[in-house]
C-alpha cells in the first residue's frame, strides 16, 4: 500500500541533505527554475524509461540558467524515503506533494502507451501550485521514447514561452488587480498559439471578479478548446451553464433551462471522472448533480470511464453515486456490490445505506432485508440498521421477528424513537388496548414526546372513527359490533386528548359518542335492555360536552349534531325510565357498561 501524503511531509525533512546534494552545482551556479520530471503513466517499465529519457534530454538541451532538472536521484530517494514505488507514476495528491518535497517550480508529466510503430506520448506542463493549471504539449508519436524526448524537450521550450506573461497574470491577480491581471494574460496569447496557462489565469481573475456568466462561460470553453479536461474550466463552464439555467427557470422557460442545467451535468460528470481521486471535488460535484433536474445526463459519461480504466475502484465508487443519483436503482445495486467484492472496506454505513434504499425503491424488499442483516452483524451497534429491520420485517408481515428486534433495540436504548408506536401499530387492529399501553409507554419512557404520541393516536382514533363509521347498521349484532368499533376509536382519541387537549380530538369523540349513544338507544327498546339504555344516556351526554367544546373544528356539523342529540335526549331519558326501574339516575347519568 502507497504511503499517505502525511507520510511524505514528515519525510521532507530527513530527506533535505538529500536534495542539497543533488543540487551541489546549483548552488555555484546561477539556475534557472527547477523542472520535476516523474515516472509518466503507462505500462512498466515504459513509464519509467520515458521520464529518464526526458531528463537527460532537457539536461543536453536547455542551459541550467534556462531550466535545472530536477535529478532522478532526489526524486527516487524521497519516493523511497516514503514507502512510494519508484518506477510507477504516482496520483495527483501524492505528485503535489512530491513536487513541494523536491522543491519543483514545475512539473513536466505525462502518459505513454505502446503503438504498433513505437510509442504514443502525451504531456503537460503543469504548475506545483495547482495542478490544475496545466499546458498540454501537442501528442507525440515515435519509434522509441527517446525519440519521443526530443520532440517533447522542443515543445516545451515553445509552450514555457508564456510563463512571465503567466507570473503576471498571477501577481496582479494576488494584489486584487482583476482586470490588470486579464491584460497581463491577454498580453500572453500570442507568446504561445495554444498558452492553456494564461488563459487559465484570465478566467480565475473572471471568477474572482465575479463576470457574468457569458462571460466565464466563454473564457471557460477558451480553455477548454485547448485542454478538454481542465478541470477548472470545466468546473466553471458547468457552473455557469447552471446559473444561466436557473436565470431562465426563474423567467419560465424551462425547456431551455433543463437543456443548459444537462450540459452543465455533463461537464461536472467529466470534471469527476478525469480525476476521481479528488475526494472534494468528487462529493461538492456529486452533490450538484444528485439536485440536478436530470442527472440521468451523467450515466453514459461516468459508464464509458469505467468502461475504459477496468479496476479503477473510485471510479466504480463514483458510478455508483450517480446511478443512485438518477434512480436507476437495479444498475446501483449492482454496481455497488461489485465495488465492495472489489474492496470489502468500502462496506461502511453509507453503503448499506444507500443500498438498502435502493432495494426499498425498485422495490426488493427481501433484497433489502438480507443487505440489513449482514449490516447488523457487521454494526452490531447500529441501532438505525436493526429499526429499518423491524420495519421490514412488520411490512411483509413478519410480526414476532419485528417486535423481537424492537425489543432487541429497546433493550439497549429505551428512548430510541418511535419504536414504541411501531409495537402499538402492530397491535391496533387486534389488540387496541395493548396498543394504547404501548403508547403511555413511549411517553413514560421519554422516546416521543407527548404531543408527538398525542397527533399519533388522534390519527389511529379519527381512522378507526372512519372504519366504525362504514359498518352497516342492524338491530342486535350489526349494531353491537359497530358499537364495540366506535369504542376503539374512543379509546384513542380519548387518550390522544389526555395527552395534549385539542379540538379535532373532541369534535370526533362527540360524534363517536353520538353513534355509540344512537346504536345503544335503537337495539334498547327490543331487548328491553337497562343496560343498553344507560349506554345510550352517558354516551349522549358526553357528545353533547364533547361536540359543545370541539365545535370550532367544523361548526355547521357540530351545531348539526348537538340539534339531532336534543331530538334523542327526551327518547332516551324515557327509555332508562321505563327499562331501568328502581334503579337510580344521578343528574340524568346513568354510568351504565359499554362506555369509556
Known amino acids: ?92 495528491g501524492d505528485l503535489k506533494e512530491l513536487a513541494r518535497t523536491a522543491r519543483a517550480d514545475e512539473i513536466l508529466t505525462g502518459r505513454v502507451t505502446r503503438t504498433a510503430s513505437g510509442v504514443h506520448v502525451e504531456s503537460w506542463l503543469v504548475m506545483p501550485t495547482d495542478l490544475s493549471v496545466a499546458q498540454p504539449l501537442p501528442p507525440v508519436d515515435a519509434k522509441n521514447v527517446g525519440d519521443a524526448a526530443k520532440q517533447i524537450s522542443r515543445q516545451l521550450g515553445d509552450a514555457r514561452r508564456q510563463l512571465d506573461a503567466y507570473a503576471k497574470c498571477q501577481n496582479t491577480a494576488r494584489a486584487g488587480n482583476y482586470a490588470g491581471a486579464i491584460a497581463e494574460a491577454n498580453k500572453g496569447l500570442g507568446s504561445y498559439g495554444n498558452a492553456s496557462l494564461v488563459r487559465i489565469c484570465r478566467l480565475q481573475a473572471y471568477l474572482a471578479m465575479k463576470a457574468p456568466a ?82 440521468a445526463v451523467a450515466l453514459p459519461i461516468i459508464d464509458t470511464a469505467v468502461t475504459t480504466n477496468p479496476g479503477n475502484l473510485q471510479l466504480l465508487r463514483l458510478q455508483w453515486l450517480i446511478h443512485l443519483a438518477a434512480k436507476d436503482y437495479r444498475n446501483a445495486v449492482g454496481i455497488g456490490n461489485q465495488m465492495v467484492q472489489m474492496d470489502t472496506s468500502l462496506a461502511d454505513t453509507t453503503f448499506y445505506q444507500r443500498t438498502v434504499a435502493a432495494y426499498v425503491s425498485l422495490p426488493d424488499t427481501a433484497g433489502a432485508i438480507n443487505l440489513l442483516g449482514a449490516a447488523t452483524k457487521k454494526f452490531p451497534n447500529n441501532l438505525d440498521f436493526l429499526a429499518s429491520l423491524a420495519q421490514l420485517y412488520s411490512k411483509t408481515g413478519r410480526g414476532a421477528e419485528a417486535a423481537n428486534t424492537i ?20 397491535n391496533v387492529d387486534q389488540q387496541p388496548d395493548t396498543a394504547i399501553a404501548y403508547l403511555r409507554q413511549a411517553v413514560q419512557s421519554g422516546s416521543d414526546s407527548a404531543s408527538f404520541v398525542a397527533q399519533y393516536a388522534l390519527s389511529v382514533g379519527n381512522s378507526r372513527y372512519k372504519t366504525a363509521n362504514a359498518m352497516p347498521n342492524g338491530e342486535g349484532a ?82 348539526q349534531y348537538l340539534s339531532y342529540a336534543g331530538q334523542y335526549s327526551p327518547v332516551v331519558a324515557n327509555q332508562v325510565k321505563v327499562f331501568c326501574k328502581g334503579s337510580s339516575r344521578s343528574g340524568g347519568k346513568s354510568g351504565g357498561k359499554g362506555t369509556r
Open 214 to 295: 457569458d462571460t466565464v462561460l466563454a473564457n471557460a470553453n477558451d480553455v477548454l478548446r485547448i485542454d478538454q479536461n481542465n478541470k477548472i474550466a470545466l468546473n466553471a463552464a458547468a457552473q455557469a451553464l447552471s446559473d444561466k439555467s436557473d436565470t431562465l427557470a426563474a423567467h419560465g422557460d424551462k425547456a431551455q433551462a433543463d437543456a443548459l442545467n444537462d450540459q452543465a451535468v455533463q461537464l461536472w460528470t467529466r470534471l469527476i471522472s478525469a480525476d476521481p481521486s479528488d475526494t472534494r471535488t468528487l462529493e461538492a460535484v456529486v452533490r450538484k448533480i444528485v439536485v440536478a433536474a436530470n442527472p
Open 478 to 559: 350489526p349494531n353491537a359490533a359497530k358499537r364495540a368499533a366506535m369504542q376503539q376509536a374512543l379509546g384513542f382519541l380519548s387518550f390522544s386528548d389526555s395527552l395534549a387537549p385539542s379540538e379535532p380530538a373532541k369534535f370526533l369523540m362527540g360524534i363517536s359518542y353520538f353513534t355509540v349513544a344512537q346504536l345503544a338507544a335503537t337495539d334498547a327498546p327490543k331487548a328491553k335492555s337497562c343496560e343498553l339504555a344507560q349506554t345510550a344516556d352517558n354516551a349522549l351526554n358526553k357528545a353533547q360536552i364533547y361536540l359543545t367544546q370541539g365545535a370550532r373544528t367544523a361548526p355547521d356539523a357540530a351545531k
Open 407 to 426: 425489543r432487541t433495540i429497546l433493550a439497549k436504548n429505551p428512548k430510541y424513537p418511535h419504536l414504541y408506536l411501531q409495537l402499538a401499530q402492530m
Open 1 to 92: 500500500m502507497k504511503a499517505s501524503h502525511r507520510h511524505l511531509l514528515t519525510v521532507a525533512g530527513a530527506l533535505s541533505a538529500l536534495a542539497f546534494a543533488g543540487t551541489a552545482h546549483a548552488q555555484a551556479v546561477k539556475t534557472g527554475p527547477r523542472l520535476m520530471v516523474p515516472v509518466f503513466a503507462g505500462p512498466k517499465p515504459l513509464g519509467a524509461q520515458a521520464a529518464d529519457e526526458l531528463r537527460e534530454r532537457l539536461k543536453t538541451d536547455y542551459q541550467v540558467r534556462t531550466i535545472w532538472t530536477v535529478p532522478k536521484t532526489d526524486i527516487t530517494g524521497i519516493l523511497e524515503g516514503s514507502g512510494f514505488r519508484t518506477d510507477t507514476a504516482v496520483n495527483n
